[in-house]
């Protein structure tokens, strides 16, 4: 079975620091990992991917995330916050063969102060 | 850029009435979601369908539940008797085949049961 665990429900930045929203992963097989952006009212927006290529993947508006085995870690990272970042984010796992379904975690919220 | 359309965006309906969600897949995509998202919560897998069948379906999905492709363009969840707990927002995916891994989600419907 797969997981994912997000630490903190809430993370607050201020425009230009960097951000950090953490994603730690359980799997009984290589898996594949997403993060997803959710803005208000809104669907949910893929951001990037770890697909078993490259460990560092850069994703759509600046973010990045470096999957780490050794952690079992997907760790989500922007340099410099902007206000239009201010989402909830949410990490998700499946396994890395067919289509199979997503597994979600409990999403992180984060805040963007001027 | 293609898209997954889901209609209504907002459906109010009475507890014990029956609720059908549309969704519009991405066309050349072979395979389909849903999930839903209670209000705070985290995103849940509901069932999976490819080639014309349930591929997989979580212990959300039970007896009053049912999807149907009924043409080549949309795909439907189908709620017989709604309960004041399914209130939630329920989002349609779908992924193609190839290298592509992703589900590309649906801006969701969002279904109030009084």
């Known amino acids: 079975a797969q997981s994912v665990t997000q630490l903190g429900s809430h993370v607050s930045v201020s425009e230009g620091a960097l951000v950090l929203l953490r994603c730690n992963y359980s799997s009984s097989v290589p898996p594949y990992l997403f993060w997803y952006v959710q803005y208000p009212n809104q669907g949910l927006q893929l951001l990037l991917k770890y697909t078993s290529a490259a460990t560092l993947v850069k994703g759509i508006n600046g973010f990045e995330a470096e999957f780490k085995k050794s952690e079992t870690s997907f760790h989500l990272t922007k340099p410099s916050a902007h206000m239009s970042d201010a989402a909830e984010y949410f990490c998700a796992v499946r396994r890395n063969t067919g289509f199979q379904k997503l597994v979600f975690g409990t999403g992180t919220r984060l805040l963007v102060s001027p | 850029e293609p898209e997954v359309t889901q209609t209504p965006s907002h459906q109010v309906t009475q507890m014990g009435q029956e609720v059908i969600l549309r969704c519009v897949p991405i066309?050349?995509?072979?395979?389909f979601y849903w999930y839903r998202q209670i209000l705070g919560q985290k995103v849940e897998f509901l069932v999976s369908f490819y080639n014309n069948e349930i591929s997989e379906k979580s212990e959300i999905f039970d007896d009053q539940f049912s999807v149907e492709r009924p043409d080549g363009s949309n795909f439907t969840l189908k709620i017989r008797s709604t309960k004041l707990e399914d209130s939630a927002m329920y989002f349609c995916?779908?992924?193609?085949?190839?290298?592509?891994?992703?589900?590309?989600f649906g801006p969701g419907t969002r279904l109030t049961v009084t």
């Open positions: 995916a779908s992924g193609g085949g190839g290298q592509s891994y992703e589900q590309y």
């Open positions: 066309s050349n995509h072979l395979y």
